[in-house]
């Protein structure tokens, strides 16, 4: 497992994720689809071609799911019990076809739970990048956390 217990995140804990990934044209269509999101600046490269982009743009909820996937190995894998929300949520520059992903996270705050002894919150600030390292997705998510277990406690 290797996601962290609670006790394990401080604020202003960084992670530069080692995982990247490339956009393609069929997770756009994909997500698009499945999410039954019609909108032609999405799928319609003809009617994409007309706006200021250019081309389509990635859907931002996938942006969104995709830039917290990446973070979830090395911070939340195994040991969160639920995400409690997400804020602040910002797409300052768009996603296309071909663009390559890299997220940063810094814990912004840890707390006990007043009503779970064996668990706490994290929020966390997670920032995307595409391959020109401009910042093309943000937002702060809450996690409900485990703490480490009475056995594996050190």
């Known amino acids: 497992m290797a996601g962290l217990w609670f006790e394990e995140f401080s604020v202003g804990q960084t992670f530069d994720h080692p995982i990247t990934r490339t956009v393609t044209e069929m997770d756009n269509m994909l997500f698009s689809n499945m999410t039954l ?12 071609a007309k706006t200021e982009f250019g081309k389509p743009l990635v859907n931002s909820l996938f942006t969104l799911g ?72 943000n937002c702060s998510r809450v996690a409900f956390m485990r703490k480490r277990p009475a056995e594996k406690a050190k």
């Open 37 to 48: 999101n019609p909108q032609p600046l999405h799928i319609d490269f003809h009617f994409a």
């Open 66 to 137: 995709l830039m917290i996937g990446i973070s979830v190995h090395d911070t939340t894998l195994g040991t969160t019990i639920a995400n409690l929300g997400m804020t602040d949520v910002n797409f300052p520059a768009p996603v296309f076809h071909g663009d390559s992903i890299r997220v940063v996270t810094t814990v912004e705050a840890v707390r006990a739970s007043g009503s779970r002894p064996d668990a706490g919150l994290v929020t966390f600030r997670h920032r995307a990048f595409n391959q020109n390292n401009q910042e093309v997705a």
